[in-house]
DNA sequence: TCAATATTTAGATTAGTTCTAATTCAACTC
DNA sequence: GAGTTGAATTAGAACTAATCTAAATATTGA
């Protein structure tokens, strides 16, 4: 329940989002509720990089020293998730800060998320403590 | 069976590396056989500077490019698998080239590998064609 | 208002990896 | 065997993602 795979909640105010970062902790500058309200609210896994350049057509003269800052604060704050996927060579980050899984389609390289609910995982590990389990598959999801 | 954890096999000759790299196809040159011998039989989850090193005290003026290159040849050959793990910053190599998945102590950073017979995964995805599952589980490893 | 603190900026720096162009090496042909 | 051809190797430059730095700017609190 609640799990909207593909499907992009609708877009919060930029007071909203400047709720969610106080209730987090976060200050929030300009800068920050920009970034926050593209990555929560209009991006879909987005790269710094893609952040950066969204940045450059909707944000008055933005350094990259400030997304990536801003991405970690989020990250460190519990809003978002940066994922370093295997094969990638760039992290991107989720907004779906809730435990899940990811595709990543094999053609395009485009990431998205796999609920868990349809996973069952049963580890018989003697001897591991485990923290985190995290699953990647490559494949493609049919159009049908 | 013969999935022998954290113990290293017994290590080749240069002669079966010379025809471990032939059956693959691969031209055997001393550079290739030198790096092949310490990633498959002496070297554990090693990083390109880390094969650099060795290099740079067991075989005479070897440059990075080299390293690079017979790395990318030997994955390529189906003899080594590159491992780009989420939260590492440098890709490892890993001469299990069979299916397993992967545990990453969040201590100390280190990667060993983990038996697929350990864990039993039922995926429920509908419109997906899976083509590569991997598990990376974080945690420690319990001395007893 | 003024000082103290936090944030942002441009640009330099680092680390991992790949590329390039020149050189060396190995394998064939004659 | 000598010469030719193509492959492999080399040193170093280049590239990319990410971080750091020091100066400038904005914000906060007395």
């Given at each position: 329940?609640?799990?909207?795979?593909?499907?992009?909640?609708?877009?919060?105010?930029?007071?909203?989002?400047?709720?969610?970062?106080?209730?987090?902790?976060?200050?929030?500058?300009?800068?920050?509720?920009?970034?926050?309200?593209?990555?929560?609210?209009?991006?879909?896994?987005?790269?710094?990089?893609?952040?950066?350049?969204?940045a450059?057509?909707?944000?008055?003269?933005?350094?990259?020293?400030?997304?990536?800052?801003?991405?970690?604060?989020?990250?460190a704050?519990?809003?978002?998730?940066?994922?370093?996927?295997?094969?990638?060579?760039?992290?991107?980050?989720?907004?779906n800060?809730?435990?899940?899984?990811?595709?990543?389609?094999?053609?395009?390289?485009?990431?998205?998320?796999?609920?868990?609910?349809?996973?069952?995982?049963?580890?018989?590990?003697?001897?591991?403590?485990?923290?985190?389990?995290?699953?990647?598959?490559?494949?493609?999801?049919?159009?049908?």
């Amino acid at each position: 329940m609640g799990y909207t795979l593909g499907l992009k909640r609708s877009c919060l105010t930029s007071e909203e989002i400047e709720r969610r970062l106080a209730d987090a902790g976060v200050h929030a500058t300009a800068q920050r509720i920009a970034i926050a309200r593209y990555v929560l609210c209009e991006a879909d896994h987005p790269t710094a990089d893609q952040v950066k350049s969204w940045a450059d057509k909707n944000f008055p003269k933005m350094s990259m020293a400030t997304v990536y800052n801003t991405l970690k604060i989020l990250v460190a704050a519990g809003l978002l998730k940066k994922i370093a996927f295997p094969h990638l060579n760039e992290a991107v980050y989720d907004d779906n800060i809730t435990a899940h899984y990811h595709l990543i389609d094999e053609k395009t390289g485009r990431m998205s998320d796999l609920d868990p609910a349809d996973f069952k995982v049963t580890a018989n590990l003697k001897g591991v403590r485990i923290k985190e389990i995290e699953i990647f598959i490559k494949g493609r999801r049919e159009l049908s």
